[in-house]
């Protein structure tokens, strides 16, 4: 049974800083693509930053670049994102979310077989 597990989300001022984790397990992780999705109330699901097979191989929103970072860790089962600079829109629930698909240009929700529980990120002004 495939679980991503996630933690690291809380209550930050403005301009201050998170690092969410998510450990995976049941799935050989090396071969998933990892990424981390958000949704803050009454919008949709996107994508913050993720793991792809184009370009630099990295994705980032507009909304994450020069703040957030992300990192996997294969002997860990372990994907990371540092946020810094945080800013009130940022505030949402983050899920990390796994597939085994090629993912090209701006991943979609639907290419992501697996998803976390989501943890909740709050930004305070």
């Known amino acids: 049974q495939v679980q991503l597990v996630e933690s690291g989300g809380g209550l930050v001022q403005a301009g201050g800083s998170l690092r969410l984790s998510c450990v995976a397990s049941?799935?050989?992780?090396?071969?998933?693509?990892m990424a981390w999705f958000r949704q803050a109330p009454g919008k949709g699901r996107e994508c913050v930053v993720g793991?792809?097979?184009?370009?630099?191989?990295?994705y980032y929103a507009d909304s994450a670049k020069g703040r957030f970072t992300i990192s996997r860790d294969n002997t860990q089962n372990t994907v990371s994102l540092q946020m810094n600079d945080l800013k009130p829109e940022d505030t949402a629930v983050y899920y990390c979310?796994?597939?085994?698909?090629?993912?090209?240009?701006?991943?979609?929700?639907?290419?992501?077989?697996?998803w976390g529980q989501g943890t909740q990120v709050t930004v305070s002004s």
């Open positions: 979310a796994g597939t085994s698909k090629l993912v090209y240009g701006t991943p979609k929700v639907e290419s992501y077989d697996y």
């Open positions: 793991f792809i097979w184009s370009g630099t191989g990295t």
């Open positions: 049941g799935l050989t992780f090396r071969s998933f693509l």
